[in-house]
């Protein structure tokens, strides 16, 4: 069972639309271009984190990472 179809079903359950804006931008191939390379900047930066073995870097990547993460799929 694929992942959107299990969304399709909940969005069906509560009655959703199916046609909105952002759930076609989460579908769309620029979107899954970007959410790769989400990833492979997450494992990067959990290999900086280990390599560093200090917990105030080990936060900052976190947080920096976040932030970029939300920033870089956001639509533009």
């Known amino acids: ?20 804006q952002e759930l076609k931008w989460t579908r769309s191939k620029l979107y899954q271009q970007r959410l790769e390379q989400v990833k492979t900047g997450w494992i990067i930066s959990g290999l900086c984190m280990l390599a560093a ?14 932030f ?3 920033a870089f799929l956001e639509k533009d």
């Open 68 to 70: 970029l993460s939300l």
């Open 1 to 20: 069972m694929s992942k959107w179809n299990i969304v399709s079903r909940i969005r069906q359950f509560y009655g959703l639309s199916e046609n909105t």
């Open 53 to 66: 073995q200090n917990p105030a870097v080990v936060l900052a990547l976190f947080m920096f990472s976040g």
